[in-house]
């Protein structure tokens, strides 16, 4: 990477509590919070998790070769130095980063599809530019500046996905990357427990809205039911509207097998060939597209980058089952908004007999049971099949729906009742919260 230790005393200058006067000037490699990974001429950054406490660890990353430690601790060695806050100085390292390398940043938030519509943007991006995006779901104030910081000398554009668990967050990130395009996908229910409500959520998303001092090209959803209101706080800015049904400045107005037809404010209409035509990721195209042609991607790049765009494993990636069955991983995540668009999904599939792996849905709070019954009563409304079931809550939800739904109390149970029924006109759902890790299911029903 292109930074040195003198460059980062000068830009933490006002948080700096403690430093040696024997620190010596050099090349940086990389920037670090695992002093395991620790190679020479690091930067370890110490911080306090909740479950491992970095400054436990000062003395392993120095032997390792660190040249140099940030922590808010005062230690002997002098190639320590000692700050307020070790997370916030490592946001304002990479805020500083990205002024340096001339860099652009598209910044994008929501509570579903943020790493779907990164991963299209970075698609179409990187066949134009140099592009950095978020490493994995290094979404927050420590991951989003270690991604930066990992980043390509060269890096021309970074495509960061924005996350949050509570009020401020975005807030935080948006000082750190200075975006000049952002997205607000949408807002719902999700993460009740670290938030506290839903109120607070909305206040936390919109911060992507707020003025930073420059403008921005805001990128809304007008078939939202919150656009008017988003639209309003974002009217200091450029705002770009997207619609699947509504004049807009990009907008679908046809499709068909393998196609959607797009009306687009910077190329006029453009045909983009994708197998993506559920009603979701159609709105994720349309904000991919959005954000990139506003940042400069040209009209075959777009084209392009979505043709050969792949979903991220885990967000409804379709997978070949035993029997010839369609085996859909959609395991990363799972809210209540998020579960009913893959149903929608599911149901749109060509076989016959659709089901759904259901585990349990995190952080809902006190209303958890409420919101797990409703998205079973909307799968029995569209017509799926059978539910295999794993949850806090399955006896009220059995009480509450007439439909085919078998409970477990293991994967392993599960696993072992469902793989001898799996044929080739079955589709099967796997969804739940991150904390389930339904993948190992997803994995005994592969072949």
């Known amino acids: 990477m292109n930074l040195s230790l003198s460059e980062i005393i000068s830009v933490l200058k006002n948080d700096i509590q403690d430093i040696s006067n024997s620190l010596t000037d050099g090349e940086i490699s990389s920037f ?62 990479a805020n500083y980063y990205i002024k340096k390398l001339k860099s652009e940043s598209i910044g994008i938030t929501g509570t579903n599809g943020k790493s779907t519509v990164t991963a299209m943007i970075t698609s179409i991006m990187q066949l134009c530019f140099k592009t950095s995006q978020t490493l994995g779901n290094y979404n927050n104030q420590i991951g989003l500046p270690l991604s930066v910081l990992a980043s390509d000398v060269n890096t021309e554009i970074f495509v960061l996905e924005m996350g949050a668990s509570k009020v401020g967050d975005i807030r935080d990130l948006t000082t750190i990357a200075n975006p000049k395009t952002v997205a607000l996908l949408n807002v719902s229910s999700a993460h009740l427990e670290s938030f506290g409500s839903l109120e607070k959520i909305y206040q936390t998303k919109e911060e992507i809205l707020e003025d930073q001092g420059y403008e921005k090209n805001i990128v809304l959803n007008k078939d939202d039911d919150n656009f008017p209101k988003w639209a309003k706080k974002a009217s200091r800015h450029n705002i770009i509207t997207i619609s699947k049904r509504q004049e807009s400045d990009y907008r679908l107005i046809g499709q068909s097998p393998g196609m959607l037809i797009l009306k687009t404010k910077k190329y006029g209409i453009i045909n983009v060939d994708t197998n993506h035509h559920e009603d979701h990721m159609i709105t994720n195209i349309l904000f991919a597209i959005a954000c990139s042609a506003e940042s400069g991607a040209d009209k075959e790049s777009i084209k392009r980058g979505l043709l050969t765009f792949e979903v991220p494993k885990g967000r409804f990636t379709v997978l070949n089952g035993y029997n010839n069955s369609k085996i859909i991983d959609s395991t990363y995540n799972a809210n209540p908004v998020s579960f009913r668009a893959a149903i929608d999904s599911l149901v749109a599939s060509r076989h016959d007999d659709k089901w759904i792996i259901m585990g349990q849905m995190g952080e809902l709070g006190e209303d958890s049971e409420e919101h797990h019954i409703n998205v079973v009563k909307y799968a029995e409304s569209k017509k799926v099949n059978k539910i295999f079931l794993i949850s806090e809550h399955s006896e009220s939800i059995k009480n509450n729906v007439k439909m085919d739904i078998t409970t477990f109390k293991s994967k392993e149970d599960l696993i072992k009742f469902i793989v001898p029924m799996l044929k080739s006109n079955v589709s099967v ?8 890790k339904f993948e190992s299911i997803v994995n005994s029903l592969i072949e």
Do not use: W
């Open 429 to 436: 759902l796997i969804k739940a919260s991150r904390f389930m």
């Open 32 to 93: 670090k919070i695992d002093s395991r990974k620790i190679v020479n001429n690091d930067v370890f950054i110490a911080i306090q998790g909740s479950n491992v406490d970095g400054h436990d660890y000062i003395d392993n990353a120095l032997e390792n070769g660190a040249c140099l430690v940030i922590t808010n601790r005062s230690h002997k060695n002098p190639s320590v130095l000692t700050v307020r806050d070790s997370v916030k100085s490592l946001g304002v390292i």
